[in-house]
């Protein structure tokens, strides 16, 4: 079965919708997204505050942003689609191994270019975000970090479909279990391959089931098992 691809391409009307559900909605996690993932970057957003109109405001700065940064951006753009080219068929190999050989959800995979560290992933179409400025460990780890999302989501909700179904993706046990296993698969020897030692992988408030995870996973490198037993931890009945 051929691997899928991935589409690399700009989207700044994305860009700018999920700047202002961020703004509007800025902890998940333990982390302040907001604080750190767009004013660290962009420290003149902080003037939304005091703006008559923050949307307003908000997309004014992302347009004129993207129109100023123009080439710059392309050429960035250029190097990540370089970064995914030498690395992707490798994550693929990867992957099949993991999932002993279960097939990728039918899908148009794509990720957009960003010129912020939101970074979030979107279930129903596929899509992810990139954010432009990081560096290559970086952009390779977000990138297979999606991936592996949207692989993991589908392959629970298949093969344990009476206890998933019914739970929500984007929050709670589910969302966290995803994320737990996203952190202790991305810190083994295939994945540091890929894109480096990460540090501080994962969410805050997942430190100690990371832990955990990786003590399962160390112990039996079976992707059902390891899901069964960490339901378990996680009181998912």
Known sequence: MPNPIIKLKFNQKLD???????????????????????LNHHPKLLEIESSKNAKVFLNKYI??????????LEKLSKKTSIYLDESQNYFFKVVDKIFNHYPWPK????????????????????????????????????????????????????TFSKK????????????DLSEIFNAVLQDTEDFIKLHGKIKNIGYPNHRKLIMNGKKIWKNNQDLSQWIIEMSKLMGIN
């Open 16 to 38: 700018q919708d999920l700047a202002w559900e961020f703004f509007n909605n800025q902890e998940i996690g333990g982390c302040n997204f907001w604080q750190e993932r767009a």
């Open 63 to 72: 347009f004129q942003f993207y129109n100023f940064h123009f080439d710059e």
């Open 107 to 158: 899908k148009k995979f794509t990720g957009f270019f960003s010129i912020f560290d939101f970074c979030p992933r979107f279930l129903d179409d596929g899509s992810f975000q990139i954010f432009l400025y990081d560096n290559k460990k970086i952009q390779l780890f977000t990138i297979f970090h999606e991936m592996l999302h949207f692989i993991f989501y589908d392959f629970v909700q298949i």
């Open 164 to 175: 998933f179904k019914h739970l929500n993706t984007e929050e709670g046990k589910f969302w």
